[in-house]
């Protein structure tokens, strides 16, 4: 399957990145009718603001690359007792794991950084089938429990700069999907 959407940030990685398109895809294994294993891989950018406060504020801008990896299991809703309409919805809840790469790129330096980091996933989803079940889409929110080495520390400007911000939150993705059953 394909997945597009919006990844937003909570806490102070809110007001650091903005809220920018995601895009990426997957693979779904189904051991029986309720429960699937999924692997995908999710990216986007970010551009990013860091300010230090006083009367001659400095600023540091740049962008901020987010690749996910993950692997997830998918528990889908016993829909048989509702009504016909509703009963071809298919409701489910997701959790897994992933492996997150932050590449930084700052405007006024060359070179970039990198960092690796373990997340926890978890969300929900609805998906529709079309073309006689043959093909679906589907909408999906997963929220992303992050924590990457730098969220205890402040953020340095290049020239040494204390901004007193600490870049700490996590992610959040709202997500289309438009998928294919083989």
């Known amino acids: 399957g394909l ?3 919006m990844r937003g940030f909570t806490d102070n990685l809110n007001s650091l990145y903005t809220t920018a398109p995601t ?4 693979l779904s294994y189904f051991f029986d009718l309720r429960m699937a294993f999924q692997f995908g891989f999710n990216t986007g950018d970010h551009a990013f603001e860091v300010r230090t406060s006083g009367s001659t504020p400095k ?3 740049g962008n901020v690359s987010i690749t996910q990896m993950h692997l997830a299991m998918k528990y889908y ?3 048989q007792n509702v009504t016909k309409g509703l009963a071809d919805l298919n409701p489910y809840i997701i959790g897994g794991f992933s492996q997150v790469y932050r590449t930084t790129t700052l405007s006024d330096a060359e070179g970039f950084g990198r ?4 997340g926890m996933d978890g969300g929900i ?3 529709i089938p079309l073309m006689r079940r043959k093909a679906f889409f589907g909408i999906q929110g997963t929220y992303h ?3 990457f080495k730098d969220e205890a520390s402040n953020i340095k400007l290049t020239d040494g700069t204390d901004t007193g911000v600490k870049p700490s939150g996590d992610m959040f993705d709202i997500l289309g999907i438009i998928g294919l059953n083989f």
């Open 115 to 118: 960092e690796t980091t373990m």
């Open 145 to 147: 429990y992050v924590n």
């Open 3 to 5: 997945v597009a959407g």
């Open 125 to 127: 989803g609805l998906e």
């Open 77 to 79: 809703l016993n829909t």
């Open 23 to 26: 895009f990426g895809i997957f």
């Open 59 to 61: 600023i540091m801008t």
